[in-house]
């Protein structure tokens, strides 16, 4: 089978889908910043900075992250369901795991003042896998260039085998050449199809009762 254009009337309105892809544009940038500048201050407190308020400041902005992931996750869905609504519902679930993993982490650190060990590693489980989920969507139903989603299933895949490898200790994704397995995911999300997105918005939305074979959408 083949994709098939979505029936006018079963389709989003465009000035909708254009607002959604904006704001998921805008809300993928909110968490990467957030998140780096949370990260490193709860990484200076790590390293030795005794002040508890940097450290506080990092664990509300890790906090706004976690918001901002969840709503991305939400407001994709109705977008993504589309494309195959049984695979679509486990990235709003995945994005929401992430934001718990990441809260829970938070709430340790100020309850105990330390880190979970590995906590960054945790946390990227549920991104890994989550991301591979939406990019997959992108890529088939076309709602992005094909590039921009292989470049996020390039790194969405590098970040999710990276975690064992890390945990192992085979590698160090902080440091040297383990953040290359992070550097093609954080371009994705910061760069590239929140770009897309806020410039240009989703393509027109295409089914597909097949998505095991995406290259038949040109035979017709």
Not at 68 to 89: D, E, F, H, R, S
């Amino acid at each position: 089978m083949s994709f098939t254009r979505i029936p006018r009337s079963n389709a989003r309105d465009p000035l909708s889908r254009r607002g959604a892809a904006r704001a998921v544009g805008i809300l993928f940038v909110v968490q990467m910043v957030t998140a780096m500048f949370g990260t490193s201050l709860i990484q200076a407190f790590v390293d030795g900075n005794p002040d508890r308020g940097p450290m506080t400041v990092g664990v509300a902005l890790m906090a706004v992250s976690g918001f901002a992931v969840v709503a991305i996750g939400l407001v994709m869905y109705p977008t993504l369901k589309q494309v195959n609504p049984n695979l679509a519902i486990w990235y709003p679930i995945l994005r929401i795991v992430e934001c718990l993993v990441s809260a829970a982490c938070g709430v340790y650190l100020l309850s105990a003042s330390q880190v979970v060990p590995n906590h960054l590693l945790w946390v990227y489980i549920p991104t890994g896998i989550g991301g591979l989920v939406l990019c997959y969507l992108l890529y088939v139903a076309r709602l992005a260039p094909r590039p921009i989603a292989l470049l996020g299933l390039v790194g969405y895949a590098a970040l999710t085998i990276g975690v064992p490898l890390d945990l192992l200790g085979a590698l160090d994704m902080g440091t040297g050449a383990g953040m290359l397995l992070v550097a093609p995911g954080g371009l994705f999300e910061l760069v590239f199809l929140p770009t897309w997105l806020i410039a240009r918005g989703f393509r027109p939305l295409r089914s597909t009762t097949d998505l095991s074979a995406p290259a038949l959408a040109t035979a017709h």
